[in-house]
């Protein structure tokens, strides 16, 4: 194993090694703006692999997809003998416009923090999300929940005007769901008032401990839980908050469903974002993509087939919010 190996890393390797070997033999193409990183990535993973089912290579090579999506020439002799590909890209530093370096790989991992990697994508031919997604997501957020308010502190306002358009009315339960650092907490707490509950849901402890310390806990209940298996009875609440969910769900369609299961029919969705989708995709240097579910024309079906009845629809530099009704009816 390789000198200075972080705890993380191996984990990250261990699991991707375990997946592939059933593949086993196969070429394994680690790309990556950093060849250093790449390498030792690379070399890490191919240690991983057991010795009775080593893949033909593993390799690191800077720059594997060009700017117009196809495999460069230079890297297609690493290609051979290989009786099966697997692309594997380490996401650092800024993306680029649409993210060509990301498009033929089955494995897009986070690693702006080498000694931190962490999967963001993984081809459902190679894993399940249940097998990993959970894991992952508690991974990439725990390490940022300390900063998390310091970084994103100005939203407070926003957050509160978003918990007004839902209109939550005294004597309501209301759910944050993804409450992270419970910044809506407040708002909701203050709106439902002391007849009413709160409950906030995030399904990483680092996130629900920065709220506790922040006193966002005061008169909400903070549970650990997954967004995608609530620990909560059918039809329990009256309004459901969600800020920056859906686009982390596995399975928007499955998660949608799973936030009607438990609101009462003519309860209240609010998807909501402080600031909006195209503002937020130039943030982290990409543009958007016609197939993505926060879409109107892709949310508006997908809410329609989780028993939902999309009531409004708002997306602009500051801020993405939308509100839908439960129908009583998944389609």
Aim: hydrophobic share 45%; aromatic share 6%.
């Amino acid at each position: 194993m390789l000198v200075g190996v972080s705890q993380r890393l191996t984990e990250v390797t261990s699991f991707l090694a375990e997946i592939l070997t059933p593949r086993a033999p196969l070429t394994v193409i680690v790309d990556g703006g950093d060849h250093g990183a790449a390498a030792r990535f690379a070399s890490c993973l191919a240690a991983a692999f057991p010795p009775s089912a080593r893949a033909w290579k593993v390799d690191a090579v800077l720059g594997l997809t060009g700017p117009s999506g196809g495999v460069l020439d230079s890297a297609m002799n690493v290609l051979e003998p290989a009786t099966d590909r697997v692309i594997v890209y380490l996401r650092s530093g800024a993306r680029g416009p649409a993210g060509e370096g990301e498009r033929r790989a089955q494995v897009v991992i986070d690693n702006n923090d080498p000694q931190w990697p962490v999967i963001r994508e993984l081809h459902p031919r190679l894993a399940g999300p249940e097998r990993w997604h959970l894991a992952e997501s508690q991974a990439f957020f725990a390490p940022r929940a300390a900063g998390w308010d310091e970084k994103f502190g100005d939203d407070l306002p926003a957050y509160a005007r978003a918990v007004a358009a839902a209109g939550p009315a005294p004597g309501e339960v209301a759910l944050d769901v993804g409450c992270g650092t419970g910044r809506a907490l407040p708002a909701l707490v203050a709106a439902v008032g002391p007849t009413g509950q709160v409950i906030g849901i995030d399904c990483t402890h680092d996130m629900l401990a920065q709220a506790r310390a922040r006193g966002r806990d005061r008169g909400a209940a903070l549970v650990r839980a997954d967004a995608s298996h609530l620990p909560l009875a059918d039809a329990t609440a009256d309004v459901v908050f969600a800020a920056g969910l859906v686009h982390h769900l596995p399975d928007p369609a499955a998660g949608l469903t799973e936030l009607g299961r438990v609101t009462r029919p003519g309860g209240r969705l609010v998807l909501f974002h402080p600031t909006g989708r195209a503002a937020l995709a130039a943030r982290h240097g990409r543009e958007l993509r016609p197939d993505e579910p926060l879409n109107e024309d892709n949310l508006r079906p997908l809410l329609t087939g989780a028993g939902w009845a999309l009531s409004s629809y708002e997306d602009d530099d500051n801020r993405f919010l939308a509100i839908a009704v439960r129908t009583g009816s998944t389609g």
